[in-house]
T-cell receptor, first 113, second 115 residues
């Protein structure tokens, strides 16, 4: 799976949009971009994933650049409960079996009141 | 509905003891994964099951680690002759199908401390 690069930490004011960047310049055509987050003392929580197109769900939006070498996770109205470590993961899509996720160090997002 | 359930939530053992950690995946989920998370680090993959078949155990750190899922549902991760470096949070995840573009859903883990 391609390597990802994320800033180690970010701050965001409560109520504002949080934009978390991720670089994955070696991504292949059959690799998805996944985002998970981990709140202290809990297991990772799936947020969203995409291949080429931008995606939106009830939690967040995922913007993938046209060349697919980077992406941005957007939390539209951050709350204090969004304070967590956010992981950007690139994962090969294949049939006939699944693969473990390769987590990096992630971005520690701190929402300020 | 119920998520992934892991037990015990905390486990303390003396060095050299054997431990068994349990994972109850989401009902009907075909794939099951185990991860190890050291303090301050991201989770690291240990092993993967598709139903009862263990298809990938490349991440198990030594032959003291053993996982099973005999009926394709509940899974147990066993660590024999525990050592201090085994202290970590052990996470279990499940996904609906046996393909890679399905999100994994995680339990809250078992925090293992080896004295």
């Amino acid at each position: 799976d391609a390597k990802t690069t994320q800033p180690p930490s970010m701050d965001c004011a409560e109520g504002r949009a949080a934009n978390l960047p991720c670089n994955h310049s070696t991504i292949s055509g059959n690799e998805y971009v996944y985002w998970y987050r981990q709140i202290h003392s809990q297991g990772p929580q799936y947020i969203i994933h995409g291949l080429k197109n931008n995606e939106t769900n009830e939690m967040a939006s995922l913007i993938i650049t046209e060349d697919r070498k980077s992406s941005t996770l957007i939390l539209p109205h951050a709350t204090l409960r969004d304070t967590a470590v956010y992981y950007c993961i690139v994962r090969v899509a294949r049939l006939g079996g699944a693969d473990g996720l390769t987590f990096g160090k992630g971005t520690h997002l701190i929402i300020q009141p | 509905g119920a998520g992934v359930s892991q037990s015990p939530r905390y486990k303390v053992a003396k060095r050299g003891q054997d431990v068994a950690l349990r994972c109850d995946p989401i009902s009907g989920h075909v794939s099951l994964f185990w991860y190890q998370q050291a303090l301050g680090q991201g989770p690291e993959f240990l092993t993967y099951f598709q139903n009862e078949a263990q298809l990938d155990k490349s991440g198990l750190p030594s032959d003291r680690f053993f996982a099973e899922r005999p009926e394709g549902s509940v899974s147990t991760l066993k660590i024999q002759r525990t050592q201090q470096e085994d202290s970590a949070v052990y996470l279990c995840a499940s996904s609906l199908e046996g393909v890679s573009n399905q999100p994994q859903h995680f339990g809250d883990g078992t925090r293992l401390s080896i004295l």
